[in-house]
């Protein structure tokens, strides 16, 4: 075991619903669904927190980034929308709409401000995979998937990752200068529990939250199993980086209702997308 976490906020601050962990510049971390659904928590390193964001009628947030210039996006699973927030003015707006997706879940981005988007059917075990450009125009990468939850990009930029909770495979695929994928191939194939959200690290290890294990599993990026680290509770959700050198990881908790967090020893990709 590599470490062991420890408790970041109180338990039942959040929703079942807890999601989409992110942190900004300052290292504050931003969380969906603080003691409501709807609305977005931040929460210090600390650990205090509060009701920072209440999202339009109709919207719900799952997994959230941000970009270089500092603006948070999030994935708005009701509302089938990629939401952008204005940091200063806390201005929310439509940075893409998809009537297509069943529900924007996990999101990635890379340095230009492109995103990457898992689009899953929970009730039929399928999903899709969308682009979404800089500009906001949303292109279908792959359909007909297992349910597509975790995404992410490696630290390179040359690889994208994508997990299908309900199967539970993570697949790799090759990614080019011009935002196309090639050689999709299986990563990694666990026996049991389910899988959601994911980040890697700067040396291009995969963080994966084990949903029902209560573990987050630590990948090579051969996919090789390199270590477990041990939750207080089992319905993990998601993760992310942040602390003043990235070492710091975040895990939403879901039947916690909380954060927790565990040291690392190689800062983590969305940390080290702030450092220049």
Not at 51 to 74: H, K, Q, V, Y
Not at 148 to 166: H, I, K, M, Q
Not at 212 to 232: C, H, M, N, Q, Y
Request: aromatic share 8%; charged share 25%.
């Amino acid at each position: 075991m590599e470490a062991t976490s420890v408790k970041l906020t109180a338990e039942h601050v959040f929703t079942g619903g807890i999601e989409g962990p992110a942190c900004d510049r300052k290292g504050n971390l931003y969380v969906v669904n603080y003691g409501r659904q709807g609305t977005i928590g931040k929460v210090t390193p600390a650990g205090d927190g509060e009701c920072w964001l209440e999202l339009p009628a109709g919207s719900t947030g799952n997994g959230i980034r941000f970009n270089r210039a500092g603006d948070m996006f999030i994935a708005d699973y009701t509302g089938h929308n990629i939401l952008r927030v204005d940091m200063a003015s806390k201005a929310i707006s439509v940075f893409a709409h998809e009537p297509k997706m069943n529900q924007p879940n996990d999101i990635a981005i890379m340095r230009d401000g492109t995103i990457f988007a898992s689009d899953p059917n929970w009730d039929e075990s399928t999903g899709n995979l969308w682009m979404i450009d800089s500009a906001g125009v949303v292109k279908l990468l792959e359909q007909d998937m297992g349910t597509t939850n975790g995404v992410e990009v490696g630290p390179r930029e040359d690889v994208l990752y994508v997990n299908e909770s309900a199967q539970r495979r993570i697949w790799a695929y090759d990614l080019n200068a011009r935002k196309e994928l090639s050689n999709k191939r299986l990563l990694i194939e666990f026996d049991d529990f389910s899988l959601d959200g994911m980040r890697c690290d700067m040396a291009g290890n995969l963080y994966v939250t084990r949903h029902g294990k209560g573990v987050v599993a630590k990948l090579s990026p051969a996919g090789e199993l390199l270590a477990e680290i041990r939750l207080d509770g089992t319905d993990c959700t998601n993760l992310c980086f942040g602390g003043p050198d990235g070492k710091q990881c975040y895990v939403t908790v879901a039947d916690k209702g909380a954060v927790q967090t565990f040291r690392v020893d190689t800062p983590g990709r969305c940390w080290g997308m702030w450092m220049d």
